[in-house]
Each structure stands twice: as C-alpha cells, then as structure tokens.
C-alpha cells in the first residue's frame, strides 16, 4: 500500500501542469478529501483479484462506507447561502478584476444547482447509488463462484444507522444480482460496523468537542492557507473579503457539484486552483485524524470490534464452510478506525498545523473517499489433499501488501495479526448516547 501511494503521489505532481482554465484542463485535481468520488480512486477487483495457484476463494468480508450523499443540513445552509456569490464572481469579470477564463465564467453562469442537495440532507445521491452498484457488480464477477446463488445462511448485509447507509447496502446487493437475499435492519445502537456511535464518552470527548478539531483551525493562521485564501480571493475578483466560511462552502459547491462517475467537471471549482484545493484538503485529513485516527486515542479499540468479527467469521467458515460474504455498511469514521488498528497509513510523527506534509500517508481522498472499502478474501489451498488457509486484505479493490508478505496472510499470521483484538470491550463508554 505504501508503494500504490508513492506511485499515486508522484502521478499527482508529475502527470500534467496546472492549466490557468479550469474547463479545458487535462489533469484536474480531483482528490476532495472524504467527498472524493470513487472512481477518481478505485481499482478493479475483476483484475487485481489474486488468483492462488490451488486455491479457491470460500468467503468474502468487507467493511463499505456509503456512497456519495448530499450534504447535512448545516453545510448544505452555508453552501445555499454561498450561491450569492455567483453573481459577484460574474459581476468582478465583467468588470476586468478576475483571473478567470471566459469560458468558466460562462460554465458558472450557465450552471444549475440540482435543488435536491438542500433539500435531501444526507440521502444517498444518484452517483453514490451507482458508485455501491459497480462495487456489487466488480465483485461478482470477480467471484462467481463463490458469490452465485446465495441461499439463508450463507450470507450477512447488514447496514449502519441511516437511510443513506441503508440505501448503499440496496445497491450494493442489487449490483450482485442475487434474487431473495435479505438485508439485515439497521440497528439504533451500537453494533459491529459502527460502535462508537452510541458509545457516550466518544461522543462528549471527540465529535462535541471542538478541542478535537484545534489542529485544522490553527492551519487556518499558517501562510500556507493564508497563500491559497489570497489566491481565492485575487481569482474571483469580487470587492469583498471572503471569510473561512465562505472559502468551505465554495469548496463545498465544487466537490459536491463535480460527478466523477459522468467525469463531469464542477465550474465552482474554476475559482481554485490545484494548490488551493490541495490546502483545503489538508484541513479536512487534520479533521479526521484527530477524530478518528491516531490523533484520537480511542479509535484503534473501536477498531478491533469489525476486526474482531472479521476473525471469528473466518474461524466459523473454516469450520462448516456456510459463510460466503459478510458485508457491513458504514460511515468513514469506522474504516478510518479500523485502520489505525491495523497500523496502516502511519505517519512517523503526527499530522500537524505547523507543516503541510505533501508525502503523507493519512490522505482521506485515497483512504476515506466516497464508497471506500475494506476487504477479506478467505481462500483454501490443497496441495496432496491437505488443505491450509489464506487471506488476503484489499482496499478499494487493490490488494494491500503492506499487511503481509506479497498482500497474502497465512492462516498463522491472519490469527497472529487479529487474535490480540478478541478481548476488546468499549467499557470506558460509560453511558449509551442518541447516534448522530
């Protein structure tokens, strides 16, 4: 994994050179944190599947957050507002004190807004619906064997609180093309796929405490933000200063209005360019590190819990062989837990205000994106008729390699990794809080 993101890296800053005009560019950036569309991201498990000399895949588990989804309501208030900017923008080029190009100019004003992102808070939006139904489809055919006709008991989708949740597990199965197959009811409280989200002392201490988000507000007041809010600024041309507010619900605009599955460019992200975005981005990877990475002190042991249950499937499925795919829908937060548990994209020292890293490993556009996911690919190899176990791990259906030797676990090594989470328990909770 670490070598897919030195290659990624270096395709980013080598590829192509920055185009003044956003609408003609060859090479727009198009990496927006956890809102990056999973297409600008993704491999194809149809030919990345590690295919084992006398092996068989017996059993699929995968962790899946959500599709693309519209905004929550509060956001999507400061982007609504936000729109009153497009006619200064339109105004200060006519008038000669834009930077911007007259056919991004005339994309902005010829622009739409699709009314349902304020007003379809937080539902699954038609991108995101086809970005689980290609998943669904990738993986079958990757898998037909295993995953044909699924039959009770051989199967578990179970989606996180929320209908955005639950509307991604539908597709997700409707990309499988499996007729009859249940999917579980989403539970109110705490389970597998997302137990911190009624737990009561993760609640007060992370996600109400704007302590947790320090980090990114600081980077607020470095030079290096400062260069892209004056850059902003100077490209737009408008007579007025934009505030922070302002500069994220711009953003906001242009990563909720571009389509990476049509490939269609946003024309709010003309007002950017590629330094800007890349600025903006680093906010939101300090945002979830300390909320759900290694910056918050609790997130490996909310970690172990899917992992843990990843360990006791493949057990069972060792044992009587009924479970082919075990697939939980969740939010961003528990795969970024999942992965500090397991020791993946670890920076040697923490994500900090005072310095940008541009080589960081804890990317949200490559590791949070819309419908990112976490798998297991349970295989049995017999060789003169003794069987032995493997596993392999992927990650938005790439093999991760940094885990094991080659991206292939033995049996031995799979326990030795998972083994120690068995005993984990959310004790320090304390009491049971409303989710989010």
């Known amino acids: 994994m ?27 950036y198009k990496y927006f944190a956890s809102k990056s569309s ?28 959500h599709g693309k989804s519209y905004p929550s309501m509060n956001f999507g208030r400061e982007m609504e507002d936000a729109l009153a900017i497009k006619n200064y923008i339109i105004s200060s080029y006519e008038k000669g004190h834009s930077s911007l190009c007259a056919q991004d100019i005339e994309d902005l004003r010829n622009w739409s807004i699709d009314k349902k992102i304020f007003s379809d808070y937080n539902n699954l939006t038609p991108e995101g619906h086809e970005e689980l139904l290609g998943i669904g489809k990738r993986f079958k055919e990757a898998l037909p064997a295993l995953l044909e006709n699924l039959e009770k008991d051989s199967y578990t989708f179970r989606p996180a609180f929320g209908i955005w949740i639950e509307d991604s597990a539908k597709a997700f199965v409707k990309g499988l093309k499996s007729r ?7 539970l109110s409280e705490s389970d597998v796929m997302a137990p911190y989200l009624t737990c009561g002392k993760y609640q007060m201490d ?22 892209a809010k004056d850059r902003i600024q100077r490209r737009s041309g408008i007579d007025y200063i934009l505030t922070d507010t302002n500069i994220t619900a711009l953003y906001d605009l242009c990563r909720h209005t571009w389509s990476g599955v049509k490939n269609k460019l946003s024309p709010w992200c003309a007002l950017f360019t590629k330094d800007d975005l890349q600025a903006l981005e680093y906010i939101e990877d300090l945002k979830s590190y300390y909320k759900s990475g290694y910056g918050s002190p609790k997130s490996d042991v909310f970690g172990h819990i899917p992992l843990t249950d990843l360990l006791n499937n493949f057990r069972r499925t060792k044992d009587d062989g009924k479970k082919k795919i075990t697939a939980y829908f969740t939010h961003a937060t528990m795969l970024e837990m999942v992965y500090t548990a397991l020791d993946l994209f670890k920076d040697s020292k923490p994500l900090s205000s005072a310095n940008r890293d541009r080589e960081r490993k804890w990317r949200t556009s490559f590791m949070a994106p819309c419908a990112v996911n976490l798998v297991a690919v349970l295989n049995r190899c017999v060789d003169n008729e003794v069987s032995d176990y493997n596993v392999v791990f992927y990650l938005n259906e790439e093999p991760i390699r940094s885990i094991c030797a080659d991206g292939i676990c033995t049996w031995k090594e799979f326990e030795d990794k998972l083994s120690p989470f068995l005993n984990t328990t959310i004790d320090f909770c304390e009491f049971k809080s409303e989710p989010y």
Do not use: M, Q
Request: proline share 2%; with cysteine.
């Open 206 to 227: 992370v996600l109400r405490n704007p302590n947790v988000f320090a980090e990114a507000a600081k980077y607020k007041a470095n030079l290096d933000y400062l260069a």
């Open 180 to 186: 009859n197959v249940h999917i579980d009811n989403a």
């Open 2 to 28: 670490k070598i897919f993101f030195v290659i990624t890296i270096s395709l980013i800053s080598n590829s192509c050179t920055a185009s003044f005009c956003h609408w003609n560019s060859g090479c727009p």
């Open 38 to 65: 999973y297409d600008s991201i993704r491999g194809d498990i149809r030919d990345s599947i590690l295919k084992l000399k006398g092996c068989k895949a017996i059993s699929v588990w995968g962790l899946f957050r």
